[in-house]
Each structure stands twice: as structure tokens, then as C-alpha cells.
């Protein structure tokens, strides 16, 4: 399998289909950030804003407890309400647009170009069966991943436990002891991030191609993981090159952002820093940053959704190769 072709070819459709963007965006921005939601805006409540608001009231500042503690639960239960419909919305619109971006990948590496329409038509018809894949995935390697640390925490405690036992002799006992420790761990270390990554390069091929069995072939929720498994089995080493592949790509563009970051936040203080030392008032700089800012998050956006709609286009064609749909 020819990688960079792959590759090549996957930025290329990404960059000449704007659809493509827009499923990247959609998927990137409802896929990610919710760990954030609500922290933007906070107001810490004292006792003068109580009995102010007390006696704003109609009951004269003598609202009963009871109406209060209910009132309260009213509102609790509508935020709760509220979140909840939030949270169904977003995993309808997140697993729709990442099957839209599938459905529409697999097309134009075809040589057909699809409508807004058919694409999101057909991301819409596997939403659940994604849904649902993701939650089995999930389980299972939260199952397999606590086992195998389990497994690997008794061995590395089994291999350590002689240098312990030296460390607490003297003389030259004690400094072997303490090498032994120090060399070891840094094995088990390493070890341990070495295992953690299989476990995740597991889950990610798993779920990549399970995804596109089901958009594509139209497979049943343990079938297209059934079919996933069985495909990464038969085709482990072009599997995991690619996978190095895209590690070594994001890998890059993190870098790549550093000192981008650092430009575009010189960009963003120095103007700011010297209005205000003209002004020597909050108010200049703020008129330049936020209308900046504003511009940045959009960047980022549209950044993010373009390498989420690279990233889904490259394992879209990595799987139409692996599993015989394109020669």
C-alpha cells in the first residue's frame, strides 16, 4: 500500500471539496470542547444580592422557604432538562456529520461528486448503529485497558520488588538496589506508554473501520465490528504504518502551531499594549482584541475542521484499499 499516496490524495480532496469542510467543522466542533461548556460565565452570589432580590419581590421580602426551595427545583430541573436536549442534539448532529463525512469521502474518491443532501442523508440513516458502536467500544476497551494494566502492574511489581528489598540492605547491596530501581523503571515506564498507545491505536483502527463498514457496506452494529476486527487482524501491519503515519502528521502540525501560536499572540498583545499606553483606558485595546479574537476562534475552527475532514478522509481511504472497495 502506497502511504503517501494515500496521503496525497486525501489532501487533495479535502482541500478541492468544501463539503468536506463542512462536515470536518461540524464533526470537530460537536466533537470536541464540551469538557469547557459553562465555565465561561460565572457569578458568585453573597447575601446582599439575596436580599436585594428578596425584596424586589412581589411577597415583600417574606418569600416563603418552601415556594423558594421549589422555585429552585423548577429551575433545576429545566437546566437539567435543557442539557439534556443539548446533549442529544449534539451527539445526533456529531454522528450524522462524521457519517456524511464517510458517505461523502467515499464518493469523491470514486469519482462522484455528492450533494449536501445525499451525504447527510446517509450520515443521518447510521447515527444509532455509530452510536451505538462507539458505546461498545468504549466498554470494551475500558474493560480490556483495566485488565491489562492489571496484568502489567503484578509484572512490573514482581521485577521491582528485588531492588526494594536491596534498597533497604546497606553498603554495596543498597546502591545496586537502587540502580536496579532506577534503570527498571524507567523500562516499566516506558512500557507503560508504549502499552497505552497499543491499546489506543487498537481502538482507534477499530472504531475507524467499523464506521466505515457501517456507512459503507451498510452493516449491523456487531457485524461492522465483527468485519472491523477481522480486517484489522488480517491487515495488522499496513494498519499500524498508517496509523504511525497519521501520528507523525499530527505530530508535525502540533509543532508547526507553536510558533505560529506565538506569532499570532504577539499579534494580539502588542497592538492591544500600545493602544493602551496611548489611551491609558481598557477600552481601546479591547475594541482591537476582541474583534481579533473573534477572527482567531474562527480560524481555529475552520483549521480544525479541515484537518478533522483530512484525518476521516485518509482512514476512508485506507479502508476502501484494506477491505478490496477501491484497487
Not at 54 to 79: E, H, N
Not at 135 to 149: P, Q
Not at 174 to 194: A, T
Not at 297 to 307: D, K, N, Q, T
Request: zero cysteines; proline letters at 2%.
Amino acid at each position: 500500500m502506497d502511504y503517501s499516496a494515500i496521503i496525497k490524495r486525501s489532501v487533495e480532496l479535502t482541500w478541492r471539496n468544501k463539503l468536506l469542510w463542512v462536515f470536518g467543522i461540524l464533526v470537530a466542533v460537536f466533537t470536541g470542547g464540551a469538557g469547557n461548556a459553562g465555565q465561561g460565565l460565572q457569578y458568585t452570589f453573597n447575601q446582599q444580592d439575596v436580599e436585594r432580590w428578596s425584596r424586589s419581590m412581589p411577597y415583600g421580602g417574606d418569600l416563603p422557604w418552601r415556594q423558594l426551595a421549589a422555585l429552585g427545583a423548577g429551575v433545576i430541573l429545566f437546566l437539567v432538562f435543557v442539557g439534556l436536549i443539548m446533549i442529544a442534539v449534539s451527539i445526533i448532529v456529531a454522528y450524522t456529520s462524521e457519517g456524511a463525512l464517510v458517505a461523502a469521502a467515499d464518493d469523491l474518491d470514486g469519482g462522484r461528486k455528492p450533494t449536501f443532501r445525499e451525504a447527510v442523508g446517509r450520515g443521518w440513516q447510521r447515527f444509532l448503529r455509530l452510536f451505538a458502536q462507539d458505546l461498545i467500544i468504549g466498554l470494551i476497551t475500558f474493560v480490556v485497558g483495566l485488565l491489562v494494566l492489571l496484568a502489567y502492574a503484578l509484572v512490573a511489581g514482581l521485577l521491582l520488588a528485588p531492588g526494594i528489598v536491596a534498597v533497604t540492605a546497606d553498603g554495596t547491596i543498597r546502591v545496586l538496589g537502587i540502580i536496579w530501581l532506577v534503570l527498571l523503571g524507567l523500562v516499566v515506564i516506558l512500557g507503560l506508554i508504549l502499552l497505552m498507545a497499543a491499546v489506543g491505536a487498537g481502538q482507534s483502527l477499530v472504531r475507524a473501520y467499523a464506521m466505515r463498514a457501517s456507512v459503507l457496506n451498510l452493516e449491523g452494529v456487531f457485524d461492522a465490528l465483527g468485519s472491523a476486527w477481522a480486517l484489522l487482524r488480517s491487515r495488522l501491519r499496513e494498519s499500524l504504518t498508517m496509523w504511525l503515519w497519521m501520528a507523525l502528521v499530527s505530530l508535525g502540525i502540533g509543532l508547526l502551531m507553536v510558533p505560529i501560536g506565538l506569532l499570532i499572540a504577539a499579534m494580539l498583545v502588542v497592538p492591544a499594549a500600545g493602544a493602551y499606553a496611548l489611551g491609558r483606558s481598557a477600552v481601546l485595546p479591547a475594541l482591537i482584541i476582541v474583534p481579533l479574537l473573534a477572527l482567531l476562534a474562527i480560524l481555529v475552527v475552520w483549521l480544525g475542521g479541515l484537518y478533522t475532514a483530512f484525518q476521516s478522509t485518509v482512514w476512508t481511504l485506507t479502508y476502501n484499499q484494506l477491505a478490496g472497495r477501491r484497487d
